[in-house]
């Protein structure tokens, strides 16, 4: 399916884009699950959709955010041509998107926020206790904790229980990849030459950083791995743009790449065509690179997040795969993120060393018994536990969100 975007969007976008990659965590294998459904709570019935991002912490509680149906309001409707009056007043149906927590006993899971305020929720640590929340803008204590001071110019979007945090900091003429530990000054990751800034994406407990780092000229980004402020560049292949979004304890380290062309339009103009193709993800481990299998009649591996042991979480698809052509001014100053997958036809799956198993089979195997009709389409998170969120498909077609819990 193609379509025509914009590469400058903001990191605001990589943030959200990736969101349930970076709050993702651990899965083990448990010997059975519980299954519960996630609800919405009177609040939100009203909401257009599912939450399309998710995070479990260690505590079995369900983060996400949600639109708040705030009524139906008289709302101004603005005439062309620069006019400072509305061309005409109409009532809408308005919503408002609230930072949640999911919980409760149960077969359900009710949501309730946790600010009066509207926000975005983009980073979850492991154990819960701080989220970080935009357009607010800072570092927020979700439960008695002391906050992590975010540095001005700096955007969180991997965090960790200990309060370490990476994400970039800004510079004069990019952004660099950058590493906070508590009680030490900021550690600026190393950029190799010919290239210019990057980002950290996503933080091990080891405080070992996956992200990546932009080519000089056009920022296309190549994913990379930094191990005690070692810089490795995983992916540097021609005419590829690549991102490291997950980092297991054991070094195993999660890579979403595409193919990924630049064609300056001439030389007299700063501009320039970019093209990319579908993104496909792999694991990159003892040097080596792992596929991640799916049958053939969902060829297409689409990974969520990657575990301490190394298991993939994530689903298999029908989809292509979107692509792109765009024309661009220069100088590129944010960077392009992932390109965001439409679901199709796909269903959840798990991956080991690259082989793949479909997480109803899964489940099944290990005492859950699933509602007749119901498909398992998209891992959307999972903890230390092995205790999954996972978008869901009834037999009506309506989309929803279960918690299978991990029972040891």
């Known amino acids: 399916m ?29 010997s059975s699950y519980s299954m519960t459904t996630l609800g919405l709570g009177t609040a939100y019935q009203n909401q257009p959709s599912s939450p399309t991002t998710a995070w479990i912490d260690s505590q079995e509680r369900v ?30 149906d308005t ?18 926020k946790l600010s009066t305020k509207s926000g975005m929720l983009h980073v979850v640590s492991p154990n819960g206790q701080r989220a970080y929340l935009t357009p607010v803008g800072a570092l927020t204590p979700v439960s008695p904790s002391p906050a992590v001071t975010v540095e001005a110019g700096g955007m969180v979007l991997a965090m960790q229980d200990s309060g370490a945090y990476t994400g970039r900091i800004a510079k004069t003429d990019a ?8 009680g030490q000054a900021r550690q600026d990751l190393p950029v190799p030459t010919g290239y210019r800034g990057g980002v950290g994406l996503a933080l091990n407990t080891r405080n070992e950083v996956a992200g990546a780092v932009f080519t000089q000229t056009y920022l296309v980004p190549q994913a990379a791995v930094w191990q005690q402020g070692q810089l490795t560049v995983l992916d540097a ?11 297991s304890e054991l070094g195993h380290v999660l ?10 339009n001439d030389t007299a103009t700063p501009t320039y065509q970019a093209s990319r193709g579908p993104s496909t993800y792999t694991v990159f481990y003892n040097g080596q690179r792992l596929g991640l299998s799916c049958p053939a009649a969902l060829p297409r591996a689409l990974a969520t ?41 796909s269903k959840a799956w798990i991956w080991k060393n690259g082989v793949g198993t479909e997480l109803a089979s899964y489940l ?8 007749t009709g119901l498909v398992l389409r998209y891992v959307l998170a999972v903890n230390a536990k092995g205790s999954m969120v996972v978008e869901t498909l009834n037999a009506s077609g309506q989309a929803g969100l279960v918690r299978f819990t991990a029972l040891n």
């Open 2 to 30: 193609a379509r025509t975007q914009n590469i400058q969007w903001s990191w605001m976008s990589l943030a959200m884009s990736l969101g349930a990659c970076l709050g993702a965590g651990t899965a083990q294998a448990q």
């Open 63 to 92: 983060w996400s955010n949600l639109s708040y149906y705030e009524g139906r309001k008289l709302v101004a409707v603005w005439g062309t041509g620069g006019s400072l009056f509305p061309f005409k007043w109409v009532w809408r």
């Open 95 to 112: 919503f408002t998107t609230y930072p949640v927590r999911h919980a409760g006993t149960g077969t359900t899971l009710a949501a309730s």
């Open 175 to 182: 952004s660099a990849p950058a590493l906070w530990v508590p």
């Open 237 to 247: 292949t021609a005419n590829q743009g690549s991102f490291a979004t997950g980092i």
């Open 255 to 264: 890579v979403v790449n595409y193919p990924y062309t630049v064609q300056p």
């Open 305 to 345: 997040a990657i575990s301490p042991s190394g298991l993939v979480v994530g689903h298999c698809t029908a989809n292509p795969g979107d692509t792109f052509v765009s024309t661009e001014l220069l100088p590129v100053t944010t960077q392009p993120n992932p390109p965001t997958e439409a679901y199709y036809q």
């Open 364 to 371: 099944t195997a290990r005492g859950v018994k699933l509602p």
